[in-house]
């Protein structure tokens, strides 16, 4: 459709009656995502007719663009025409904090290295800008920053206009600062603490943030000193914590989440990588470090299990050659399951800590005091 054609393009408007079907089919969406329906959590649902089409403008608090396709795919079956909804995703700040732009800060941690933190941070950042977010990923892992690279980015270099702030890398629309923009990774990685948390401190608070819903933080493995100086400096709303099902990742894991406990920060559940492995030929899966140890963990702690993820190899392809899964294998079960889990780590911030929300205990106040 031309730019003219659009200006001059005639909104009709919908009867009762059709109204009042979208309506019903919004809150008739009852899943594990959406256990009130659509319709009770929207601020805005205003439909129109467009050149044989209709547009529904739907506001949603937590990013799941892909419910409302299931949505509108039935929907469109009902009506004999295409529908589409086009979303505006109302997120509140859940904490208070200082980070101008960004409503909400998400530490994505792990006891142990190598269990594939930075790769499902970078993924789950994907996943959430595809659910309809505007998303950053800070590198706090100063000693061995990963995200240039896996964003295909390793040679970007911050800019800064004032001497003051420096402008973040984009990266198909994720917003992403690290140390490894700036610094050759021989120099930080002798740093001690208080010089890597100052330089943490730097990056998140003078990076130019663009407005972003959801600003993920790769944190540096383990859960030393500089790990409890950055859960308890930084105002995150919540943790997610990646382990594989291997007991010794599962012990550090155990104390990742004691760690987040301790600093009161919620712990908004487990996403267990490496899950499996399935065999390209006869599709057997293989447990090849345990199974079902992440959901133990979760269940034991009383803590969301956001995902098990298989190990794959166009994940650690892409995650080397700094590609866009989701470029390469959209439709893929993978992609689906970081999808999944982007949807839970969003809905779980609003569930649990937004006071908006229908799940959240509202504090009422006595007069009687
Ligand atoms: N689901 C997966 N399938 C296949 N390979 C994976 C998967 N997840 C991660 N990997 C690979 O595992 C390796 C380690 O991943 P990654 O660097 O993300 O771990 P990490 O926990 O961030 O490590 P550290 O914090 O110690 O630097 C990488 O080569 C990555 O490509």
């Known amino acids: 459709m031309t730019l003219l054609s659009k200006l001059f393009a005639k909104k009709s ?55 409302l396709d299931m949505v509108a795919g039935s929907l469109s079956n009902e009506f004999g025409k295409p529908l589409s909804f086009e979303c505006e995703l109302a997120i509140r700040p859940v904490r208070e904090h200082g980070i101008n732009n960004v409503k909400n800060i998400v530490a994505i941690a792990s006891g142990k290295g190598g269990v594939g933190k930075s790769t499902t941070t970078v993924n789950i950042a994907r996943a959430l800008q595809l659910e309809g977010a505007r998303v950053g990923i800070l590198d706090a892992d100063i000693y061995g920053p990963s995200i240039p690279a896996m964003l295909g980015k390793p040679n970007e270099k911050p800019v800064s206009s004032d001497g003051k702030t420096m402008s973040p890398i984009d990266a198909d629309g994720i917003t992403s600062m690290s140390i490894g923009y700036l610094v050759p990774d021989s120099d930080a990685a002798v740093w001690r603490g208080p010089m890597a948390s100052s330089a943490f401190n730097q990056l998140l608070n003078e990076t130019e943030w663009p407005q972003l819903d959801y600003l993920l933080i790769d944190m540096p493995p383990g859960t030393g000193d500089i790990q409890l100086t950055l859960s308890q400096k930084v105002p995150v709303a919540g943790a997610v914590v990646v382990t594989t099902p291997q007991d010794i990742a599962l012990a ?15 712990v908004l559940g487990v996403v267990e990588n490496m899950s499996y492995h399935v065999c390209e030929k006869c599709g057997h899966q293989a447990h090849l470090f345990g199974q079902d140890g992440g959901k133990d963990i979760a269940e034991l702690n009383n803590v969301n299990l956001l995902g098990q993820l298989p190990l794959n190899i166009q994940v650690r392809q892409d995650a080397d050659l700094g590609d866009n899964l989701f470029d390469d294998i959209s439709n893929s079960d993978i992609c689906g399951q970081y999808r999944k889990i982007a949807r839970n780590i969003a809905s779980t911030l609003f569930y649990s800590l ?11 106040r006595s007069d009687s005091e």
């Open 252 to 266: 550090d894991a155990q104390k990742g989440i004691a760690m987040f406990d301790k600093v009161k920060v919620p």
């Open 13 to 67: 408007p919908l009867n009762e009656s059709e109204l009042l079907v979208i309506d019903e089919a919004l809150d008739k969406h009852r899943t594990s995502l959406f256990p009130y329906g659509i319709l009770t959590l929207t601020n805005k649902v205003e439909a129109y007719q467009l050149n044989n089409k209709i547009i529904v403008e739907i506001s949603l608090p937590f990013a799941a663009l892909s419910d």
């Open 354 to 364: 937004d006071i908006n929300s229908p799940s959240t205990p509202k504090v009422v």
